[in-house]
């Protein structure tokens, strides 16, 4: 359990933490798609991405989400970083620029646009485990569920209640994950214990040891949900009758202030794009490299 | 008053093994009723007959005077609450305040009723402060605790508890033990149909119902059972340690009778030289 640190909820009482878990979802869909938007210069969207970067540094200190946290998380995207750089260094550049070349491998030119773009795209991706990071980190994963149930209410038209089923499987998986990240490691120290050694071998032995594993958990797993359902049902559980609700959601002048930001953020944006405005024109490419602008 | 009447009843998973024969009992309001049995006899399917957990073969189950059957099943539920042994498969909330809650939702009680109902079952229990916790963070005890307090927040007429102590350490049996025992003096009208492995736990009902292969053998008091030692040998059953202890006693030459508890026997032997 001790190795899923990534995201996982941190009790403070800050002010993203008190935050409507819809307002908090939909927030960060549309800072999603403002991170994924791009200006039509590299100026322009170097500073549009600075000011989000900065802006998500902002959020993280004030939802006191912990940078030790980020930092291990990324420590993983070394092998992504490495990959993009190769893929963007050998895939012809439709854009080629004699101007541009920063050094060659043997006869092959590289250009500074690989650096350019595949910074781009890493630094976008940091940005993403940011914004998720801030949620799941000040959002109970059941708050999450009531937010997803809230949203998909609409389908109840079909009289079928899809969006209450679907939050209560939602929750129950969520609620069992430490139950059966307990029994996996149970089950390990007793397969252990039978001579399955799950750090040796090739990899078909690997395999096996993998199987050893899996299959006791499902049928445990399968057994839980028999006891499960039991309870429930015998707790007097109908999803199709009208049940109350012990938890609700609450939309405060918070959620109004914090919604106000980001959609402005997200319109200040949506507008550049739209109108095609390079409000700033400096040739940072030429700047730092002393290259001619590609864009 | 009969809360449970229970009449010819018959229940097997498939043709050639029938699970219980021809079972008839009645259980009486306020009453503590202890089945037991040894493993594979029935006890588990018997209750989970009672409230609708399975569907019967023949015969007829009457709950608080009501006939079992697919319209009545949901009604008789209401009436009817269930602690089963394992611990974690029966805790639904994601913490132990929305546990408690997932019965009263399911009654349709109001938000405003439900937020007192959960605040006074959890103090019941002594899981007070313990609300925001997820089960996790809880031991074996607490969880069965709480499922306790998920039972009795519906205002249940029969409380079954399914070898609900089987899984805990001592410590925890203990205090479900003596929790259901502080329940009982609460509201002595609630019933109690306790299935238990555990001859101690056995031993603290007003009556014992024996199974053994699917039928019931023996209904009587606790001390009749254990001061039967031709049945207890052809049962195989143990003997709770007050009844050894009594019957030692005797043996020695003290003048104990079968009501005296341990703290008497204790006393006496103490005084004596």
């Given at each position: 359990?001790?190795?899923?640190?990534?995201?996982?909820?941190?009790?403070?009482?800050?002010?993203?933490?008190?935050?409507?878990?819809?307002?908090?979802?939909?927030?960060?869909?549309?800072?999603?798609?403002?991170?994924?938007?791009?200006?039509?210069?590299?100026?322009?969207?170097?500073?549009?991405?600075?000011?989000?970067?900065?802006?998500?540094?902002?959020?993280?200190?004030?939802?006191?989400?912990?940078?030790?946290?980020?930092?291990?998380?990324?420590?993983?995207?070394?092998?992504?970083?490495?990959?993009?750089?190769?893929?963007?260094?050998?895939?012809?550049?439709?854009?080629?620029?004699?101007?541009?070349?920063?050094?060659?491998?043997?006869?092959?030119?590289?250009?500074?646009?690989?650096?350019?773009?595949?910074?781009?795209?890493?630094?976008?991706?940091?940005?993403?485990?940011?914004?998720?990071?801030?949620?799941?980190?000040?959002?109970?994963?059941?708050?999450?569920?009531?937010?997803?149930?809230?949203?998909?209410?609409?389908?109840?038209?079909?009289?079928?209640?899809?969006?209450?089923?679907?939050?209560?499987?939602?929750?129950?998986?969520?609620?069992?994950?430490?139950?059966?990240?307990?029994?996996?490691?149970?089950?390990?120290?007793?397969?252990?214990?039978?001579?399955?050694?799950?750090?040796?071998?090739?990899?078909?032995?690997?395999?096996?040891?993998?199987?050893?594993?899996?299959?006791?958990?499902?049928?445990?797993?399968?057994?839980?949900?028999?006891?499960?359902?039991?309870?429930?049902?015998?707790?007097?559980?109908?999803?199709?009758?009208?049940?109350?609700?012990?938890?609700?959601?609450?939309?405060?002048?918070?959620?109004?202030?914090?919604?106000?930001?980001?959609?402005?953020?997200?319109?200040?944006?949506?507008?550049?794009?739209?109108?095609?405005?390079?409000?700033?024109?400096?040739?940072?490419?030429?700047?730092?490299?002393?290259?001619?602008?590609?864009? | 008053?009969?809360?449970v009447v229970i009449k010819n009843l018959n229940y097997s998973y498939?043709?050639?093994t029938p699970v219980l024969k021809n079972i008839n009992l009645e259980i009486?309001?306020?009453e503590y009723v202890s089945i037991v049995g040894q493993n594979g006899c029935g006890k588990s399917t018997l209750c989970k007959l009672i409230?609708?957990?399975l569907?019967k073969d023949?015969g007829?189950i009457?709950?608080?005077?009501?006939?079992?059957?697919?319209?009545?099943?949901?009604?008789?539920?209401?009436?009817?609450?269930?602690?089963?042994q394992?611990?974690?498969?029966?805790?639904?909330?994601?913490?132990?305040?929305?546990?408690?809650?997932?019965?009263?939702?399911?009654?349709?009680?109001?938000?405003?009723?439900?937020?007192?109902?959960?605040?006074?079952?959890?103090?019941?229990?002594?899981?007070?402060?313990?609300?925001?916790?997820?089960?996790?963070?809880?031991?074996?005890?607490?969880?069965?605790?709480?499922?306790?307090?998920?039972?009795?927040?519906?205002?249940?007429?029969?409380?079954i508890l399914d070898e609900?102590?089987s899984?805990?350490?001592?410590?925890?049996?203990?205090?479900?033990?003596?929790?259901?025992?502080?329940?009982?003096?609460?509201?002595?009208?609630?019933?109690i149909i306790s299935i238990t492995h555990d001859i101690?736990e056995a031993y603290?009902g007003d009556r014992i119902v024996l199974l053994n292969e699917g039928e019931i053998v023996l209904t009587c008091r606790p001390?009749e059972l254990f001061?039967n030692?031709?049945l207890i040998?052809q049962y195989n059953l143990s003997?709770?340690?007050?009844?050894?202890?009594?019957?030692?006693?005797?043996?020695?030459?003290?003048?104990?009778?079968?009501?005296?508890?341990?703290?008497?026997?204790?006393?006496?032997?103490?005084?004596?030289?």
């Amino acid at each position: 359990m001790n190795n899923l640190t990534f995201g996982r909820y941190a009790p403070f009482n800050t002010f993203v933490h008190k935050l409507d878990p819809r307002n908090k979802l939909l927030m960060m869909i549309l800072l999603l798609v403002s991170i994924f938007l791009k200006v039509d210069s590299w100026s322009s969207t170097l500073i549009l991405t600075a000011f989000l970067f900065l802006l998500l540094i902002a959020a993280m200190i004030m939802s006191r989400v912990s940078f030790l946290q980020l930092f291990k998380s990324l420590s993983m995207m070394w092998f992504l970083v490495i990959f993009l750089l190769l893929i963007y260094i050998f895939i012809p550049n439709p854009n080629y620029n004699p101007e541009h070349i920063a050094f060659y491998i043997g006869s092959y030119a590289v250009n500074y646009d690989a650096f350019y773009q595949s910074g781009y795209i890493i630094f976008r991706l940091i940005m993403m485990i940011m914004i998720t990071m801030i949620l799941t980190a000040t959002t109970k994963p059941m708050d999450l569920t009531y937010a997803i149930e809230w949203y998909l209410s609409p389908l109840k038209i079909f009289k079928y209640p899809v969006a209450h089923i679907l939050a209560m499987t939602l929750s129950i998986a969520l609620r069992f994950i430490p139950t059966l990240l307990d029994e996996t490691q149970r089950i390990m120290k007793a397969q252990s214990s039978r001579g399955v050694d799950f750090n040796k071998g090739g990899i078909f032995k690997r395999i096996g040891g993998l199987v050893a594993l899996i299959i006791p958990l499902f049928v445990s797993a399968i057994g839980r949900s028999e006891e499960l359902s039991n309870a429930m049902e015998a707790r007097g559980y109908n999803p199709y009758a009208k049940r109350s609700r012990y938890r609700i959601l609450k939309f405060s002048w918070r959620d109004l202030i914090a919604f106000i930001s980001i959609l402005a953020i997200f319109g200040g944006i949506l507008t550049l794009k739209i109108y095609d405005a390079n409000f700033i024109k400096i040739d940072f490419i030429y700047w730092i490299f002393g290259a001619k602008p590609l864009f | 008053m009969k809360n449970v009447v229970i009449k010819n009843l018959n229940y097997s998973y498939n043709e050639n093994t029938p699970v219980l024969k021809n079972i008839n009992l009645e259980i009486n309001q306020g009453e503590y009723v202890s089945i037991v049995g040894q493993n594979g006899c029935g006890k588990s399917t018997l209750c989970k007959l009672i409230i609708g957990l399975l569907e019967k073969d023949s015969g007829e189950i009457i709950v608080n005077g009501l006939s079992l059957n697919k319209d009545s099943i949901q009604e008789i539920r209401k009436k009817v609450a269930i602690v089963f042994q394992n611990p974690d498969n029966q805790f639904i909330g994601a913490t132990v305040e929305d546990d408690i809650a997932f019965s009263l939702e399911n009654n349709n009680i109001p938000r405003e009723k439900m937020i007192t109902l959960v605040k006074e079952y959890a103090t019941k229990v002594g899981m007070e402060d313990f609300l925001t916790k997820e089960p996790s963070y809880l031991s074996g005890g607490q969880k069965q605790r709480v499922a306790i307090a998920d039972a009795l927040v519906r205002n249940p007429e029969i409380l079954i508890l399914d070898e609900a102590t089987s899984m805990l350490d001592p410590a925890g049996k203990q205090e479900i033990l003596s929790l259901v025992n502080k329940m009982k003096l609460e509201n002595p009208n609630l019933t109690i149909i306790s299935i238990t492995h555990d001859i101690e736990e056995a031993y603290l009902g007003d009556r014992i119902v024996l199974l053994n292969e699917g039928e019931i053998v023996l209904t009587c008091r606790p001390d009749e059972l254990f001061k039967n030692s031709e049945l207890i040998n052809q049962y195989n059953l143990s003997v709770p340690f007050i009844v050894q202890l009594q019957k030692k006693c005797q043996e020695l030459g003290y003048q104990i009778n079968d009501e005296d508890t341990l703290e008497k026997i204790g006393e006496m032997i103490c005084q004596s030289k």
